[in-house]
Nanobody
Framework: QVQLVESGGGSVQAGGSLRLSCAASGRTFSSNAMGWFRQALGKEREFVAAIRWSGGSTYYADSVKGRFTISRDYAKRTVTLQMNSLKPEDTAVFYC????????????????WGQGTQVTVSS
């Protein structure tokens, strides 16, 4: 079992920045990677970014590439999503998730999810 706790959501004006954090506990050794997903009102949950625990390889959705940066502290089992140049289109509930399988960009590989944190970007 893996438990995930997210923090850092909030409201910001367009062009601003937010930093989301995810603390993982439990059997984290069973997960190969951590990912961030988001779900806007009335839309499907979509992949945002992912990072492998070992090696730190990263993956980004085209919509956030160059603006968002994912990182991890292997020892502390924490994952951070630094979001810069935020746009109103980024408004969504952001979820942290743990993947056991591959590829890490596939939502079907994620078994455990955090509670979600709201990100609101105003124009």
């Amino acid at each position: 079992q893996v438990q995930l706790v997210e923090s850092g959501g909030g409201s910001v004006q367009a062009g601003g920045s937010l930093r989301l954090s995810c603390a993982a506990s439990g059997r984290t050794f069973s997960s190969n990677a951590m990912g961030w997903f988001r779900q806007a009102l009335g839309k499907e949950r979509e992949f945002v970014a992912a990072i492998r625990w070992s090696g730190g390889s990263t993956y980004y959705a085209d919509s956030v590439k160059g603006r968002f940066t994912i990182s991890r502290d292997y020892a502390k089992r924490t994952v951070t999503l630094q979001m810069n140049s935020l746009k109103p289109e980024d408004t969504a509930v952001f979820y942290c998730a743990a993947a056991r399988g591959f590829p890490t960009t596939d939502i079907r590989q994620y078994d455990y999810w955090g509670q979600g944190t709201q990100v609101t970007v105003s124009s």
